[in-house]
């Protein structure tokens, strides 16, 4: 079965430091790759997203990803975080599952930001 | 994102009880889905329908069933609810032709706790 994989699952830094998520999938063919953000009592919104070309992806909010086939992988990352970013990240991609692309979600990781 | 709108919010009921939670859409996207969130699991796929005839289960529809009564409504119905549904459920939209298919918008989430 396809899997998504995001091996920290709390994170804590202070603001100004830099940050990069890592996520990992296990599908082999082709994928469409997207990274979701959950700010406190909200819902899901999406940050970035890959399908083809530049695998260097640029997001909302100063986030950025990328994509590298030969390691599976489609980290997050951002230079300079702000005590707004405290939220819960998800990894997510697409598995193909009887001709729909069913998005498979990582388990997240919750970023806590200190002033 | 007011435009996806979930009732109720929260609910706690007791076990064996029917639920149904709503969901409504004015983004008029052809696509809707239902995921429940647990901590540490990410969001996984219970249902998603792609119009208003067409319905699919996804990863864990077992003890949910759904109904698409119109473009901009898609219910999801516990018929004989017991402890390990306790979660938080969102509902999804997407468009055909913008969103590649993919849950680009979300409601802002119903907390289910069954006793």
């Known amino acids: 079965a396809q899997s998504v994989s995001q091996h920290n699952h709390h994170v804590i830094l202070s603001e100004a430091a830099s940050l990069e998520l890592g996520c990992n999938y296990s599908y082999g063919g082709t994928v469409n790759l997207f990274w979701y953000v959950q700010y406190p009592g909200q819902h899901l919104q999406l940050l970035l997203k890959?399908?083809?070309?530049?695998?260097l992806v640029k997001g909302i909010k100063g986030f950025e990803a990328e994509f590298i086939k030969s390691k599976f992988s489609f980290n997050l990352r951002k230079p300079s975080v702000q005590w707004s970013d405290t939220a819960e990240y998800f990894c997510a991609v697409t598995s193909l599952s009887g001709g729909y692309n069913k998005l498979i979600f990582g388990a997240g990781t919750r970023l806590a930001v200190h002033p | 994102d007011a435009d996806v709108t979930q009732t109720p919010r929260n609910r706690i009921t007791k076990t064996g009880k029917r639920i149904m939670l709503e969901c409504s859409q004015t983004k008029g996207h052809d696509r809707m889905y239902w995921y429940r969130q647990d901590p540490g699991l990410g969001l996984q796929l219970i249902y998603y329908?792609?119009?208003?005839?067409?319905?699919n289960k996804g990863e864990i529809s077992d003890g949910y069933s759904v109904s698409r009564q119109a473009q901009a409504k898609f219910s999801l119905s516990l018929e004989s609810a017991i402890p390990n549904q306790t979660a938080l459920y969102f509902c999804?939209?997407?468009?055909?032709?913008?969103?590649?298919?993919?849950?680009?918008?979300f409601g802002d989430g119903t907390r289910l706790s069954i006793l």
């Open positions: 999804a939209t997407s468009d055909l032709f913008r969103d590649s298919n993919q849950p680009q918008h």
């Open positions: 329908s792609f119009d208003v005839k067409d319905i």
């Open positions: 890959y399908f083809s070309g530049d695998p």
